[in-house]
């Protein structure tokens, strides 16, 4: 097929192979990992044998045995314990996820992927929820669920998931509105049992009618997780409006049928009353249904899979042929006729939506979709008007949707992203410039989304979303003013002719766009395999237009400046008669000031799309009447047509011209963070790279009259002597000189078999293995002599320890100041990372005193938004935030410009420690208000879903400096410059702050950081040890702890609970024993309580590490049981889990040690990854920087009776010194979920009494 090898970037060494199966038709790209190929036999036999090799010869054979470990996971595939709340428990399939960005809880985080590098696989198929029969709307969503169920050859409706998740994988799935992806990480050595179980899915699916209920149950849970989501109401809305197009004032149809609806306006989700009871209501067999929409759609002319692993390619596509061959190449049903035709469907089926190709087969194929032919979803009704939407939350956002014809056929010169570019600039002279000096607007985003709904095959939908203030909400036609303006101005750009004679646009603003995303290409970050499967399964889409020589760079790079069609799409396409204006605010009131809604997806003829009182310029909410509602999600909101001389005025103001000089909008300047200088930095000489650096070899050494053959590894290389520092099996180390000079030995390739000598040729070596990029020395010999045999079960090699020279060094070192540098030896691209901790003395002292530090936050980076902007565009990256101990600082990016950014952030941050009480000079008065209402609506919207709600409690019973929102809202309500300037000189009076500096920096690098710090912290008092903030944990009771909340939000429908057992202070070995508990667990519970049972959508254990404090916590999150039922069910799960432990083989327990150290093992696959690792060490004052190492190397020491000790002292309920906290958060859905729900006064505030 087409290569795609030409178009890696630069240090891509991947293998690529596009293949067509001719059995089937079926694409394939075939991808080898030569990195983890070339050191893919990672495992040494675990065992009481050591049997050295001694031969006098080269023939050692490295033969691993492929037995290992089996798993899987569907939510989360990393339980490791690390900082406190790093394991996710809700991770949704696809567009249904509700990924609630502003809602984090905010001392929790997610964890990192870890394990060794995995081998993976991706399939995607043509259809989706677009493809939804409107009789059964989600279909292609349930589809995706009952796939996981069993199949024919692996009929186990758990089989293929416990495979995956036992060999240290992870498996999931999403199903978008034109397609489903689905995919699976395992380690290498299963990949290809995966593969044929993968296959499975795409030729004989079992689809039993015993699981269809327990997984409508799980969809219907996922649909209530989303339902209070402002942006899914939002999406919805948009899809409810264009469903009600073509009705007359009484809700009923003018003309035509639901035949004639555009697929936006299905409910892609699917619930409970969609796929069960409308169709039973209507006679409608579902499991009929979802065969006959399998059969449809499920061949292999309309798939494409993608699979990376560590083998060659022709050893890839030898499996892939074998396992996916007998997916059928053709529809296993007669195609060209309507979904369900053989009977009656009362009007309710609609035209086939299948799939035509000209050439299938082939790389000339010709795909047409009659998704296009719907064409863009909204008429004239539909536009020219706006629409005010009642929220769930405290905010207030303004957006602006234009819409488009698709826009996949411009992937060279993407004009949409120029357009983005320009609208949703943040440096001076842009529109949120010129508005936030109004204080009507605080953040700006604009683009076509990467979702279906915006960027689907029939039209692409463009969005300007503005988070708007109070102000702002009342001034919404003049801000709308202002985007035409900018768009005016651009059109008037494209239209010029400049003093050389060249018509358009500045042609330096495509050059500078291109520049960088071409060396962002160049020097990306290698991705976890199971994440670049996906996206090159994404890439795959049947509509793409991408040439398939393309589709690594495609999607990535501009390839041409086109200013005609942006002209034609700004002219013709962004005008006020083309869009449709939504405004989300709390001032028209909130979800829970209404009675809740019950989902009704039928009586269409009661819902209308004008409001029939009120005006759209002069709205008031008390003259309004009775608000509209969404149907499903039953979101409030009141629709009206914008009155024409309005969209005349804001038309004239988009003529192409210069907007008026009082706008102060113009073109964004020059970027000055454009990377010039991308060399590495050269490293020691005596102490350099060299490429044998970190191989295991063997050396040759004559021992009197014979020669014998000793393991080593390479540690360190002096280029000033040509010496190699060889660490020994026994730990010595020695040095030897290399024959073979510098200069022509960087030019080999060195791989196992390699050989060479030392010290004048008396010494030979050969070399063994060779470690991957982002890993440090292995020692895998060859032979047995490094085997351990223990009941078949390999165990991962454990690396030597890294010598000081490769983990962070002290530059710095006082009470003031303390900087750690590291210069990259790894990843060898032109990056760093620069983390700051200003620990405070007073930083948590009161609720206000935090309060003043978030604020503050806030406001640097208000102050700051036009030159971190710009510095943003240009990949260098940056974030501020307060913390429990002061204030965290990250700058990373181009290693060319770090110092520059972070000098400017310094300045600003330190501005804010001086004498008097006036504002710095960067802060403006008005932006203090500003942000200050910010981070008002920031804790009002704080423990809104249940979830998040529990983890803050448990948080706060634990962390008695962890201050509730309330109690932080409560102590800025009166909050003026005076006070605040005042609470942060108390806060700054004495500082200590501790820095990362690690990349391509090298020593001269690290002398100029420390200059920075140094003459930034020049005029500060430095804090004593004594005086840090405290971060101290309390002692949970020896008896079970209950605390019952309702929750927050009146009408969220779930229901949370939290059960936490502490188990101590932090120690080595009881780390690794709950994660290993964790790792046994995990996946029982979650097919057990979550699959089976039907608890709910989340259901999950982790890890939980709290300051030093080790804990181990179960979640449920259900709609449909009650809080005690969930406590009753983790109990009971403990009981089975003791019960399971005692009837464990070793080889089982092995099985699962063995993934787990897999995981303690992951190499990096980026600085980023590798900077987060020892940032984490620092923070938390361990300063272990092999931590992960070591973890492993205390797995082979636990026992199955100190696991059962273990559990017994920290989990079993016969132990009365267990230690356990409960919380429980009720919330308001009918059924059993509600029960148990504290009645509160009605006029007490369920936040503040929490």
């Known amino acids: 097929g087409p290569d795609l090898n030409s178009s890696r970037s630069t240090l891509d060494e991947k293998q690529y192979r596009q293949i067509i199966l001719g059995q089937n038709g079926l694409r394939v790209i075939l991808i080898s990992d030569t990195h983890a190929m070339i050191h893919q036999n990672l495992y040494e036999y675990y065992s009481d044998d050591d049997d050295d090799d001694d031969d006098d010869d080269y023939d050692d054979d490295d033969d691993d045995d492929d037995d290992g470990e089996k798993g899987k996971e569907h939510e989360d595939d990393t339980n490791t314990l690390n900082q406190e709340g790093k394991v996710d428990d809700n991770n949704q399939e696809g567009n249904h996820n509700d990924r609630d960005d502003d809602e984090e809880d905010e001392n929790e985080e997610e964890d990192e992927d870890d394990g060794i590098r995995k081998a993976a696989a991706a399939m995607i198929v043509g259809a989706g929820s677009f493809h939804d029969p409107p009789f059964a709307q989600g279909m292609a969503h349930f589809l995706e669920h009952m796939l996981f169920m069993g199949t024919e050859k692996y009929p186990g409706e758990n089989e293929y998931s416990a495979f995956i998740s036992k060999n240290g994988g992870c498996d999931n799935a999403y199903t978008e509105l034109e397609h489903t992806v689905y995919h699976v990480e395992v380690c ?148 060209g006729v309507a979904i369900g035709d053989d009977e009656e469907r009362n009007g309710m089926c609609h035209d086939t939506l299948d799939i035509q190709r000209e050439n299938a087969g082939t790389w000339n194929v010709k795909v047409h979709t009659p998704i296009q032919d719907f064409g863009m979803p909204f008429g004239q009704e539909a536009l020219g008007r706006i629409c005010r939407i009642v929220p769930v939350k405290d905010r207030h956002t303004l957006s602006v949707t234009w819409q488009l014809p698709p826009q996949w056929e411009h992937w060279k010169s993407k004009p949409c992203d120029y357009i983005a570019h320009l609208l949703g600039h943040e440096a001076a002279g842009s529109l949120l410039s010129a508005l936030k000096e109004k204080s009507w607007v605080n953040e700006c985003y604009a683009g076509v989304g990467t979702g279906g709904y915006e960027n689907a095959s029939s039209h692409a939908l463009f969005s300007l979303t503005l988070t708007i203030s109070v ?94 069609t942006i002209q034609m799409l700004l002219d013709e396409h962004f005008s006020p008669f083309n869009a449709r204006v939504d405004i989300m605010s709390s001032t028209f009131g909130r979800a829970s000031d209404f009675d809740d809604h019950k989902t009704n997806l039928e009586n269409k003829a009661n819902h209308v799309m004008n409001s029939t009182h009120g005006d759209a310029t002069k709205f008031c909410v008390e003259m309004a009447g009775e608000p509209l509602i969404e149907p499903i999600f039953g979101t409030r909101y009141w629709s009206h047509k914008i009155p024409n001389d309005l969209l005349m005025e804001w038309e004239k103001a988009r003529g192409p011209k210069l907007p008026p000089k009082e706008t102060e909008i113009s073109l964004p300047p020059m970027n000055p963070f454009v990377p010039k200088k991308f060399d590495l930095k050269m490293l020691p000489e005596d102490d350099g790279h060299h490429p044998l650096l970190f191989c295991s070899l063997k050396i040759c050494v004559s021992i009197g009259k014979t020669k014998s053959w000793f393991p080593c590894t390479c540690n360190r290389y002096d280029g000033t002597l040509n010496k190699m520092l060889l660490g020994m099996e026994d730990g010595e180390e020695v040095w030897h000189l290399l024959d073979m000079p510098f200069d022509e030995f960087q030019h080999k390739r060195v791989m196992p078999d390699f050989e060479g000598t030392f010290d004048n040729k008396t010494t030979k070596f050969r070399v063994i293995s060779v470690p991957k990029n ?46 750690w540098h590291l210069q990259d030896r790894k990843f060898k691209r032109p990056i760093g990372e620069f983390r700051i901790r200003i620990a405070c003395a007073n930083a948590n002292k009161t609720p206000l005193h935090k309060a003043c530090a978030e604020l503050m ?39 060319d410009k770090v110092l520059d950014l972070t000098t400017v952030i310094l300045d600003v941050f330190f501005s ?87 990349g391509n920096f090298d020593k001269n690098d690290a002398a100029l950081a420390k200059e920075i710090l140094v003459s930034a912290t020049a005029s500060l008092k430095a804090m004593q040890k ?23 939000d009146p009408q969220e429908p779930n229901t949370a609970v939290e059960v936490y057992f502490q188990c101590g202070k932090d120690d080595l070995m009881d780390r690794v024993t709950v994660d290993l508990l964790v790792q046994i667990m995990y996946e029982p519970l979650y097919d057990q309580v979550r699959t089976k049972e039907q608890f709910g959508y989340q259901v999950s254990c982790g890890c939980r590490w709290t300051h030093g404090v080790i804990g181990l916590c179960f979640k449920i999150v259900t709609n449909c049981k009650s809080a005690e039922a969930a406590s009753i069910r983790i109990e009971k799960f403990l009981v089975d889990t003791r019960a399971n432990l005692v009837q464990m083989s070793q080889k089982s327990l092995m099985e699962h040690i063995v993934a787990l150290a897999n995981n303690k093992l992951q190499k990096f696959n980026s600085l980023e990854e590798e900077a987060d690792c020892f940032w984490s060490e620092i923070v938390e004052n361990r300063y272990d920087f092999e931590v ?63």
């Not at 069960?276 to 494409?304: C, T, V, W």
């Not at 971190?868 to 240009?874: E, G, Q």
């Not at 004594?1026 to 927050?1048: D, G, L, R």
């Not at 309920?1213 to 029960?1235: P, Q, V, Y």
Request: with cysteine; glycine share 6%.
């Open 1188 to 1250: 992960h190492r070591k973890e492993a190397e205390a797995l082979r020491n636990i026992t199955k009776d100190h696991l059962l000790q273990s559990f017994d002292q920290w989990l079993s309920a016969s132990n009365a010194e267990r230690r356990k906290l409960e919380i429980r958060t009720i919330g308001t859905s009918e059924g059993m979920a509600s029960e148990g729900r504290p009645i509160i006064g009605r006029h007490e505030s369920v936040a503040e009494i929490i």
């Open 471 to 564: 102000e702002g909400v009342s001034h919404w036609t003049e801000i709308l003013q202002y985007v035409y303006y900018y768009i005016g101005m651009i059109r008037h750009y494209c239209k010029r002719t400049d003093d050389r004679g060249e018509r358009g646009l500045p042609i330096w603003i495509y050059e500078e766009l291109r520049a960088i995303q071409q060396v962002s290409y160049e020097f990306a970050d290698e991705t976890d395999p199971i994440d670049f499967v996906e996206d090159m399964a994404d890439r795959l889409t049947p509509y793409s237009c991408l040439p398939p020589e393309r589709l690594l760079d495609g999607d990535d790079l501009l390839f041409e400046f086109d200013n005609n």
């Open 774 to 819: 982002g890993e440090g020395a292995v020692m895998k010999y060859g032979d047995e002599s490094d085997w351990h045999v223990e009941d078949g079960i390999h165990f991962p090699h454990i690396p030597p320890p890294l010598p000081e020279s490769r983990l962070p060094s002290l530059v710095v070192n006082t009470n003031l100041l303390k900087l």
């Open 188 to 335: 290498q050595e299963k990949l290809f049992e995966a593969l044929d179980m993968f296959s499975q899915f795409f030729i004989a699916p079992l689809m039993l009618k015993d699981a269809v209920d327990r997984e409508l149950n799980i969809i219907e849970s996922e649909f209530q997780l989303s339902k209070n989501s402002d942006e899914c109401r939002l999406q919805k809305l948009l899809c409810h409006d264009c469903g009600l197009q073509g009705q007359d004032h009484d809700g009923k149809e003018k003309s035509g049928d639901i035949r004639k609806q555009h697929p936006f306006s299905s409910f892609s989700w699917g619930n409970i009353q969609s796929l069960k009871h409308i169709p039973e209501k209507n006679g409608i067999d579902m499991m009929k249904e979802l065969r006959n929409f399998y059969n449809r759609y499920y061949y292999a002319q309309n798939m494409s899979l993608v699979v990376m692993g560590a083998y060659t390619l022709d050893e890839l596509e030898k499996h892939v042929v074998q396992s996916f061959s007998q997916v059928p190449a053709l529809p296993r049903v007669a195609v």
């Open 1026 to 1048: 004594k005086q840090f903030p405290k971060q101290e944990v309390i002692v949970t009771p020896t008896c079970s702890f209950n605390i019952v909340t309702p929750t927050i």
């Open 857 to 895: 936050a806030i406001l640097l980076r208000d102050a700051t938004t036009e030159t971190c902007y710009l510095a943003s565009v240009c990949e260098l990256g940056n974030d501020v935030e307060a913390n429990d101990v002061g204030f965290s600082i990250r700058v990373h990016g181009f290693d």
């Open 912 to 998: 804010f420690r001086k004498e008097g009480t006036d504002l710095p000079p960067a802060i403006k008065h008005h932006r203090f208000e500003s942000c200050l209402e910010i981070l008002r609506r920031r804790y009002g919207n704080a423990g809104m879903k249940a979830s998040s709600l529990c983890s803050d409690i448990r948080l706060r019973c634990l962390m008695p400096t962890v201050w509730s929102s309330t109690s932080k809202a409560n102590a800025i309500v009166n909050i003026t410059p005076f006070l605040f300037m005042k609470t942060i000189s108390d806060i700054m009076s004495k500082v200590s702050m501790e820095c990362l500096y690690m």
